[in-house]
Nanobody
Framework: QGQLVESGGGSVQVGGSLRLSCTAS???????MAWFRQAPGKEREGVAA????????FYADSAKGRFTIARDNAKTTVYLQMNRLRPEDTAMYYC????????????????WGQGTQVTVSS
């Protein structure tokens, strides 16, 4: 089994920024990676996704204009730059890899990281 390792979570005040990283420990012959988040008592929701080959990106409405997903040239690390953070962004953030048809649908991804906590306080 492969492994995805996330880093970069933490605590920040409203309006602050964080950058999450997700590194694949082995080569994945998959076409997409994504970030999801899950707050206590809520379903896991897609935040942003990227096609590894062409670099096409997709965002949830809540992330548009504030978050940016990007990959490195080796296509083994994906980043999520989060700006203008809000309290409602507080959640566990998960990296995922797969070959989805619907890029922001959790059920379409095969591999998941352990998650990194993001807490935004006012």
């Amino acid at each position: 089994q492969g492994q995805l390792v996330e880093s970069g979570g933490g605590s920040v005040q409203v309006g602050g920024s964080l950058r999450l990283s997700c590194t694949a420990s082995r080569a994945y012959y998959l076409n997409s990676m994504a970030w999801f988040r899950q707050a206590p008592g809520k379903e896991r929701e897609g935040v942003a996704a990227i096609r590894l080959a062409g670099g096409d990106t997709f965002y949830a409405d809540s992330a548009k204009g504030r978050f940016t997903i990007a990959r490195d040239n080796a296509k083994t690390t994906v980043y999520l730059q989060m700006n203008r953070l809000r309290p409602e962004d507080t959640a566990m953030y998960y990296c995922a890899a797969g070959s989805p048809e619907w890029l922001l649908r959790a059920s379409e991804y095969n591999y998941w990281g352990q998650g990194t906590q993001v807490t935004v306080s006012s």
